[in-house]
């Protein structure tokens, strides 16, 4: 609420694209990876899997050609946790998924969001027009030898398409149905390429940790769960909405 979504420069004023171009600038893709995997961050799309551990498989995977997709198909009814990031604070995801595309070695990008948010989408194509514009993203970012860019896919709104395997089979334009695992989308996925999938939430703390530290980040939350997760509210609750708590808060200091 407190950034214009529809305007890069309210973005950029409060910090957003800064983490980013630290990373091209002064790091390397492997201190990027070793950071994340430091401060704890763990996949907040429902599995948990640890966020730098996944980034590092599909950097080490074989292959010159390499994605990465942000999973904004949020199917759990009543959860519109990714919707309001995409819809409020577009730049953040675009920044989380920038630096993830540097450390892993990835130069092209997608965000697979469901059909059913028609503002998410707006938000987001306007956003990634305005960061190409910005020179952010596209060719030689920054000044750098690195190249990115980002597509906006919109699902049919199967549920099953929040699946990483079932998305991949969507986003080829193939009928969204699981696959069985192994081989991971880090091995083989988009095109039977390497890929990298995080949820919208994952992408949006990545900024944080670059520009604050693994330490400060991995302060918050509990031993195994670090950071803060942003909860739906909505029901037979008095206060409905969105609740951003530290992992390890309980379901009744929530409500």
Known sequence: GRIDPQKIEDAIERGTYIAAMKTIAAKQPQQVIDE??????RGRGGAGFATGVKWNFCRKAAGEEKYIICNADEGDPGAFMDRALLEGDPHRVIEGMLIAAYAIGVNHGFVYVRAEYPIAVEHVTLALQEARAAGLLGERIGGSDFNFDIQVRMGAGAFVCGEETALI?????RRGMPMPRPPFPA???????????????????????INKGANWYSGIGTE???GTK??????KVRNTG????????TLREIV
Do not use: D, H
Not at 36 to 41: H, N, Q
Not at 169 to 173: D, I, K, N, Q, W
Not at 230 to 235: T, V
């Open 230 to 235: 942003i909860f739906a509210l909505a029901g």
């Open 187 to 209: 091995q083989k996925g988009y095109m039977g390429k390497p890929t990298n999938i995080n949820n919208v939430e994952t992408f949006a703390n990545v900024p944080l940790i």
């Open 224 to 226: 195994k769960s670090k």
């Open 36 to 41: 994340v995997t430091a401060s704890g961050l």
């Open 169 to 173: 089979s969507s986003l080829e334009g």
């Open 242 to 249: 969105l609740v951003e708590v530290p992992m390890g808060a």
